[in-house]
């Protein structure tokens, strides 16, 4: 099936030069130039991924990932910025976007960021109703993770992720009890060398641990280890 991409940005050009590379890629797309009519698309027409530009008129970049998320909209978000501004950077990704990409940038390699995003989003098999199934689960005290079906879940609720806080958490999990340097984590989780920024690893971990932990500020679940990296571990019985 041909994923659908949205592209979202009041630059006509560079609306057109990311819609000939995406189609010329395999990539069905749709386009919108300002933030209500993104919006509107990425909720009524069920995206693969969303290229998302940060100024934009009417709503901008940020409002849009904020707004989308608060209507549980899980769709991949690759936010594009013409600022070198870490604040933004950082604020777009607490708010909910996958990726982000500084202007002016190669189109290939936006290409590339979003088969990256989306190759990781492959669901290999379908949700088995069945219990007694060869499913794999990963169990922590409280916490459940089914990689299959891109869900996790916490003292029996449904955590809403996005697709990175997912696959963070799920790498973390298979590596329970090991020390990860933010270096593994950015190589491994967003699988590419992310410009030496691992702010982008402390904003998920962040965002993890306001999922799952009762005391973010003494947290049971995901340790960080001073001057090495983080490390997920069984919480102790009191």
Not at 81 to 88: I, L, P
Not at 226 to 238: S, V
Request: charged share 30%.
């Amino acid at each position: 099936m041909v994923k659908k991409i949205l592209v979202v940005d009041d630059e006509q050009s560079i609306v057109t030069l990311l819609q000939y590379n995406l189609e010329q890629a395999g990539f069905s797309v749709l386009t919108a130039s300002d933030g209500e009519e993104g919006l509107r698309l990425a909720s009524l027409e069920n995206p693969d991924l969303m290229v998302l530009d940060l100024m934009l008129p009417k709503l901008d970049g940020i409002e849009v990932c904020k707004r989308l998320r608060q209507q549980k909209v899980m769709v991949p978000i690759l936010m594009l910025t013409a600022k070198d501004d870490e604040f933004d950077k950082v604020l777009g990704l607490e708010l909910g976007a996958d990726d982000y990409m500084t202007k002016p940038f190669s189109p290939r390699e936006v290409v590339a960021r979003v088969k990256a995003i989306l190759r990781r989003m492959e669901i290999q098999a379908p949700v088995k109703e069945n219990k007694e199934t060869d499913e794999e689960l990963i169990k922590l005290s409280g916490l459940e993770i089914f990689p299959e079906r891109y869900e996790a879940y916490f003292e029996s609720t449904l955590l809403e992720l996005t697709p990175k806080e997912f696959e963070l958490l799920l790498y973390l999990a298979r590596y329970k009890g090991k020390v990860l340097t933010r270096d593994q984590l950015l190589s491994a989780v967003w699988n590419y060398d992310f410009a030496g920024d691992t702010r982008i690893v402390d904003v998920h971990i962040s965002h993890l641990r306001e999922k799952i932990e009762h005391d973010t500020r003494k947290p049971l679940y995901i340790k960080t280890i001073r001057g090495l990296g983080y490390k997920l571990e069984e919480p102790k019985a009191e």
